[in-house]
């Protein structure tokens, strides 16, 4: 393409108003972008802020079919449930995990009687079960790959009797993504969705979701034999393609904005809808600068939005999901 000289060319003329702005603008973000992970807890009428996370509540599952509702009537198309588990459960072979009545599969079933329409997103992996802290199952210090990827199809199937209309697999275990589709298919499950974490890499942005989610605690060393290293993107490439080869829907990139490179390349190699995921630590320097008036917080959140739509991705799981959606109304 050749571009007149200055001064025929002038890019300012395209800047100049806002009506101008609004049709040259090249991406859109719309409420039905976004997927709201939300934390579960036990009791009743229980909300409690998570300390690294202000702004972001574990719900008893009465308040999270309370706060999915409310979600709906926002426009937030998506919910991804994450349990906090009390300690008391979390043991070496992880059977809460399959529990038909564990918080998840408790919150799956409220957030469906509550509003049927809304999706459903559960986690599929180990950590949250775990008196290791891990994803999958440890032994002398090593993750076991196989024995885990049973277990996360046993969880996955509970999931989807649960009601779970998307499956995320978040544990990087090799070979799970085509043994849970195997298995759903077998159940007659047709038409659970599995929303691949395809690209997760082994990061420090996760810090305050482990608090969240109260897996700091348990684990031991840290997850770089499961997750990827933050220095491969050919690689991402490679999980992508495995991935889609075993039956993934859909296709994730994990954290989001440090990673934005490669949800872009993702997207032009396969041109399949890909997410990322805004996860905890990115949610916490963005909402914690705002809250310190270092940066105008309620800027800097759409700003990031947008930069994922730009990157090329078709949703974001973000804990901003509900001030955005306001935001986005105007209400
Ligand atoms: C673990 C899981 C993690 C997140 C989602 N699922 C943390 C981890 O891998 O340790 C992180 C989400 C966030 O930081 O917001 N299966």
């Known amino acids: 393409m050749t571009q007149a000289p200055f001064p025929a060319a002038r890019f300012r003329r395209a800047r100049a108003s806002a009506g101008r702005r609004a049709l040259a603008r090249e991406t859109s973000l719309e409420v039905g972008d976004l997927i709201w992970p939300v934390f579960v807890r036990d009791g009743e009428n229980m909300e409690e802020e998570v300390p690294s996370m202000p702004g972001v509540f574990r719900r008893s ?89 049973e277990a996360l199809v046993k969880q996955a199937l509970s999931q989807a009797e649960a009601g779970a209309d998307i499956i995320g697999p978040s544990d990087m275990m090799d070979g799970r993504i085509g043994a849970i589709r195997e298995a759903l298919e077998d159940n007659g499950h047709r038409d659970v969705m599995l929303l691949s974490y395809a690209a997760k890499y082994a990061s420090g942005f996760y810090g305050p979701f482990r608090d969240a989610v109260g897996a700091s605690g348990a684990l031991k060393g840290d997850k770089a034999t499961y997750q990827m290293d933050p220095a491969n993107a050919e690689e991402a490439l490679r999980l992508v393609e495995r991935d889609l080869s075993e039956g993934a829907d859909w296709v994730m990139v994990k954290p989001g904005m440090p990673y934005l490179d490669i949800v872009a390349r993702v997207r032009d190699a396969f041109g399949v809808p890909t997410f990322a995921y805004q996860v905890s630590g990115e949610y916490a320097m963005i909402k914690g600068a705002g809250l310190n008036g270092w940066v105008d917080g309620e800027k800097v959140m759409m700003e990031s939005l947008m930069a994922f739509k730009r990157a090329g991705c078709n949703g974001i799981l973000t804990y901003f999901a509900p001030e955005a959606a306001r935001l986005l109304r105007g209400s």
Do not use: Q
Not at 73 to 99: H, M, Q, R, V
Not at 121 to 147: Q, S
């Open 61 to 149: 599952v009465d308040r999270i079919a309370e706060a999915a509702v409310e979600a709906y009537e926002l426009g937030i198309p998506a919910i991804c449930l994450f349990p906090y588990t009390d300690p008391s459960k979390k043991t070496k072979d992880c059977a809460e995990a399959w529990n038909p009545e564990n918080l998840s599969n408790r919150a799956t079933r409220a957030i469906k009687a509550a509003v049927p329409e809304m999706a459903v997103m559960t986690d599929v992996a180990l950590d949250p079960y775990n008196i290791d802290g891990h994803d999958g199952f440890v032994e002398d210090g090593r993750i076991l790959n196989d024995e885990t990827v």
